[in-house]
């Protein structure tokens, strides 16, 4: 409930503040601008601020007859206004310590002038003043509650600072730009707030005035003003005497008092502090504009440039947890497939639309609903949840109802569901709503598991397809996704096959290719080749291995029903391909650091670049998983050469029907627990590659060993940047 409250807030302040928003981030870019021209026109050192006011009274007298003021203008610059011995009269900016003039002042140009009205009023006076005053405030809010809504999906204030795990683009920006940019913004809204407020007098400013000293009055005892310490950087503002008589005297101006300081003896006569009020106005009109300060002026107009982004991406995330949006075909009482959502972001509905629609369109009766529309229904043989999971660990939004709901209704006849949880491991309870569910299944004995429960990293279509594929074989219900949701496609290069290699066992065939790039291409280990096969506009991804500047090999799996690889299988040595490369810059070798290979099957294809690049002699070790030691032959020759040539430490292969004893991958990592976990903790980096099934084995036996021998879970290595999966 507390949730919802800040999400629809910052929904709705947004929509209400957006329109004005857009005129005043727009003129407020502009705007940010003129500081910067101004500072630079002329001349400023940071070290005149140290001079003293007695060396800049001395040094302006050296030049000129009479000194009326000496001021700071409102970009930061000394101005004096003097008379020469011909009476002539100079305003201009100077250089306290030699009292040379160091540019001349310059006045508004009448396009800023228009564009300051612009940003204060919209041309429209008062009103527009009104509106752009309470837009402030709500800008207030807006940043307020999104900062919430951060810290409520992380569950602490520490996570505002760790990495941003990278997801859909939209929010991803959104989330980076807007901790970037929320400390900036808070400053915007309240010094516009406040300046509205003193705008219309709903705060009491006054402006500093000339104190008039009665010198009839006995003096108050003040104490003296040392003009020889005093530095010029502390004062606003000197007014000069007239003439040499003991009642003229100096007015001072510091930023939050005025003082009437003796010209000879520089006895304080009377002094008077500032409202807070006012020294709160001005320090408001100073953060508000930048104007003494070419850095925060750009900080400025970076904020203003993000609000727009806001705006923009905001709405953008909206439409996207729109989306996916879909009338059933049939009605709940009348299906025997039903799929359950939770969603956040809009991405899991997506997904379970698009199964929804591929399972329809054979033919099968399905509805699609939220978790939190769930109702008993003695029709449904096949249960499918799809559910993201909020912050770190809850139900999202629309499935938080869910359980309550099941708990007192469930199912009572016999059914089989499958789970597909959505999350980043970025978090410590990763998928861990999901985990829920299938613990709330697991209790009741009319309910049968169709699949293990899966749980996808990042979105990954590639993870939700190989769910597809698995859950179709398993109930016997055809479920073919689409290939690939991009259809434009991307620039190639020609690629020709100088060797291949495959081997064959028990009706299943792997093979390698090693391809050689015709044009000049860059690309690194762990980057993706992008096939198209002829007549065909998806793309298949596999992951590369660099052998050398311009070749590449790639590990492909055999599939009767595959396009592609069929298509692959098929090249001969001397033929070409077209396909192109994909940057995969989150699995790229690190050849500074120390290294952890894990994989199974044709995972082994992007490691066989890797550790060649491993010049540096790095400590390196294997793992890897195969069903036997023909699977593994494919690959022996080069390991055998890698770890000759001391690129690799160890190589350790798991075979799980070698023997009687099977033995996988993990095995072997839950062996070699304690060692592993020493090379993380001192930098080394886990590279994982292969199927979706081994990575998340891999990965819960990973965070146990972790916790084991860390005291940390895993995510605490993974969000440094030290666990690295391309998994399929």
């Known amino acids: 409930m507390i949730r919802s409250f800040w999400r629809w807030s910052h929904l709705i302040l947004a929509i209400v ?12 870019i502009i705007l940010s601008v003129e500081p910067i021209q ?29 000194i009326t003021s000496i001021e700071r203008d409102v970009n930061g610059f000394y101005v004096a206004d003097v008379i020469t011995e011909d009476g002539d009269q100079f305003v201009f ?29 919209l041309f429209l006076d008062t009103t527009g003043r009104f509106l752009e005053g309470v837009t402030a405030v709500l800008l207030f809010f807006i940043a307020l509650s999104g900062i919430v809504l951060v810290i409520q999906r992380t569950r602490s204030f520490k996570a505002l600072y760790d990495k941003v795990e990278k997801t859909i683009n939209v929010q991803y920006f959104h989330i980076v730009f807007g901790r970037l940019a929320f400390l900036p913004i808070i400053v915007v809204a309240l010094t516009g707030g406040y300046l509205f407020l003193k705008r219309f007098e709903l705060v009491k400013v ?59 003896k520089h006895q304080i006569l009377d002094q008077e502090k500032l409202p807070s009020t006012t020294v709160l106005s001005n320090l408001s009109l100073d953060l508000h504009t930048g104007r003494k300060n070419s850095i925060w002026s750009i900080i400025l107009g970076l904020s203003a440039i993000s609000i727009l982004y806001f705006i923009y991406s905001g709405f953008k995330i909206t439409l996207l947890k729109m989306r996916g949006k879909t009338k059933n075909k049939f009605a709940y009482n009348e299906s025997n497939i039903v799929i359950l959502f939770g969603s956040e972001t809009g991405n899991t509905r997506y997904f379970a639309k698009l199964i929804y629609e591929n399972l329809v369109k054979v033919g099968n009766k399905v509805y699609l609903t939220e978790l939190n529309n769930y109702q008993p229904s003695d029709k449904i043989q096949h249960l499918i949840v799809l559910t993201a999971t909020y912050g770190t660990g809850d139900a999202p939004t629309s499935a938080n109802k869910f359980i309550q709901k099941w708990t ?11 789970i597909v949880g959505f999350g980043s491991l970025a978090y410590p309870d990763f998928c861990n709503y999901a985990v829920q569910l299938e613990e709330l299944f697991a209790k009741q004995t009319n309910a049968n598991q169709l699949l293990p429960l899966v749980k996808i990293h990042n979105q990954s279509y590639h993870s939700l397809k190989t769910w597809a594929l698995d859950w179709q074989k398993a109930s016997e219900i055809t479920l073919q996704l689409p290939v690939s949701f991009e259809t434009k496609k991307l620039p190639t290069n020609q690629f020709e096959v100088i060797y291949r290699e495959s081997i064959t066992y028990n009706d299943q065939t792997t093979f390698i290719l090693r391809l050689k790039a015709k044009q000049k291409i860059n690309f690194k280990s762990g980057d993706l080749l992008a096939v198209y096969p002829p007549k065909d506009p998806y793309k298949r991804n596999y992951s590369i291995g660099k052998v050398s500047d311009d070749e590449l090999t790639i590990s492909v799996k055999l599939d009767e029903y595959g396009i592609c690889s069929n298509y692959l299988h098929a090249i001969e040595i001397g033929q070409t391909i077209e396909a192109a490369i994909e940057n995969n810059k989150n699995f790229h070798y690190q050849s500074s650091k120390s290294a952890i290979f894990i994989g199974n099957g044709t995972g082994m294809g992007p490691f066989l670049g890797m550790i060649a690049e491993n010049k540096q002699h790095k400590e390196a070790h294997l793992y890897w998983g195969g069903r ?39 095995d072997l990592i839950q062996r070699d627990g304690e060692k592993i976990l020493q090379l993380l903790k001192n930098g080394g980096i886990i590279y994982i590659c292969g199927s979706l099934a081994m990575e998340q084995s891999v990965l819960e036996i990973l965070d146990q060993v972790a916790r084991k021998y860390a005291n940390k879970p895993l995510n605490h290595f993974q969000k440094k940047g030290l666990v690295k999966m391309d998994c399929y």
């Open 628 to 666: 036997n030691s023909i699977a593994y032959s494919l690959y022996e020759d080069s390991i055998q050469k890698y770890k000759e040539s001391q690129l690799l430490n160890t190589v350790n292969i798991a075979l799980s029907r070698e023997t009687d004893e099977k033995v996988y991958v993990g």
């Open 38 to 66: 101004n500072n630079s026109r002329t001349t400023f050192h940071a070290n005149w601020n140290d001079v003293t006011l007695q060396q800049t009274i001395d040094s302006l007298k050296s030049h000129y007859f009479e």
């Open 17 to 28: 503040a957006s329109t004005v928003l857009i005129a005043a981030s727009i003129s407020g």
């Open 408 to 418: 007192t209704q469930p199912l009572t006849h016999s059914f089989h569901y499958s």
């Open 206 to 264: 006054s402006e500093p005035q000339r104190l008039e000293v009665d010198f009839e009055k006995p003096q108050k005892k003040l104490g003296s003003y040392s003009f020889s310490k005093v530095k010029i950087g502390t004062i606003q503002r000197v007014e000069f005497p007239l003439f040499e008589d003991e009642s003229e005297y100096y007015t001072i101006f510091t930023k939050d008092k005025t003082l009437a300081v003796d010209q000879f």
């Open 93 to 121: 900016q100077f250089d306290p310590s030699t009292g040379k003039k160091s540019g001349k002042v310059e006045q508004q140009s009448d396009f800023y002038s228009w564009m300051t009205s612009f940003h204060r009023s």
